[in-house]
């Protein structure tokens, strides 16, 4: 929802420069994970301190309420329906539990704008609960590399490469003249204590889409990628007859024939798993 849905900052031609320190404050190389960390710190504000407090919290960093709220709510919805088929563990979550009873007292009215009271998910799960279990800011931090590659993974194809910090346009697997769009946190805006966190050299990008405006092609929602997540998540078709070349233009130089092992060997073992965890998941085994 971060990487296909509306932006979740208000950045207004009056305000771009302002909105976007604020956006940068949360993450400075992806749009997708400064979306990610401001819904995580949202819904803490959210559970610790109230609707009004979560309110101005969005104010400050020019943020949409409602659609934080929005994405809150799908992403409750998932994580309920993944557990329901088995991608997930249980939680051990006590739904009868007095704590559920107390947060609802706590927020009074607010507690049911994010979930309507007819989903029967959330209901079943306690008023209090569910901001906790949304609540998961720490956890995302320390799985946001494996976060980039599951992006890779599901947009395989939206890679763009840049030949050094400085150049303007990108190469992808359809155009060499892509240009990073304005919205996005990797734009070059005039900024004095803008932070550098482009690499020397070459580096690579992945986007959500890519859109004609004025004639120039743009990227949307775009992420700082490692050489490592191209070369183990990125790219539909592989070859290696001379070397690991990736969709016909992306070519994975390794420094030892053992590395090039390894990548050729991950890359399998990451095309075969969904395959085997939908088998695993059929039989209703525990998932080691």
């Not at 919290?57 to 949409?64: G, N, Q, S, V």
């Not at 563990?89 to 539990?97: A, F, L, N, Q």
């Not at 009074?108 to 609540?135: M, N, R």
């Not at 790219?235 to 001379?242: A, H, N, Q, V």
Request: hydrophobic share 40%.
């Amino acid at each position: 929802a971060l990487l296909r849905g509306r932006w979740l900052f208000r950045l207004g031609r009056k305000q771009m420069l302002a909105a976007k320190e604020k956006q940068r404050s949360f993450c400075a190389w992806s749009d997708v994970m400064s979306g990610l960390r401001a819904l995580s710190e949202f819904e803490k504000v959210y559970r610790t301190r109230g609707e009004e407090m979560a309110k101005r919290f969005c104010e400050f960093y020019f943020l949409r309420y409602q659609r934080l709220m929005f994405l809150s709510q799908t992403k409750f919805q998932f994580l309920a329906q993944a557990e329901d088929a088995g991608l997930l563990r249980p939680s051990d979550v006590d739904t009868d539990s007095s704590a559920g009873e107390d947060t609802l007292e706590m927020h009074g009215e607010s507690a049911g704008t994010i979930f309507s009271s007819g989903d029967v998910s959330v209901h079943s799960l306690g008023h209090g609960k569910w901001l906790e279990k949304l609540c998961s800011i720490q956890q995302e931090a320390r799985n946001e590399r494996l976060l980039i590659g599951i992006l890779c993974g599901a947009y395989p194809l939206n890679i763009a490469h840049r030949t050094s910090p400085k150049a303007i346009f990108h190469r992808t697997a359809f155009t060499r003249s892509a240009i990073v769009s304005i919205r996005s946190v990797n734009a070059n805006l005039p900024s004095a204590d803008k932070p550098t966190v482009v690499p020397d050299g070459p580096s690579w990008w992945l986007y959500s889409d890519m859109n004609d405006f004025d004639s120039q092609l743009m990227l949307q929602n775009t992420t700082l990628l490692s050489e490592w997540d191209v070369a183990l998540f990125g790219g539909l078709r592989t070859s290696f007859e001379d070397g690991i070349k990736i969709d016909g233009w992306i070519r994975v130089q390794c420094p030892t024939v053992r590395t090039e092992q390894l990548v050729e060997k991950l890359r399998e073992e990451l095309r075969q798993a969904p395959i085997w965890f939908s088998i695993v998941i059929l039989q209703r085994d525990p998932i080691a």
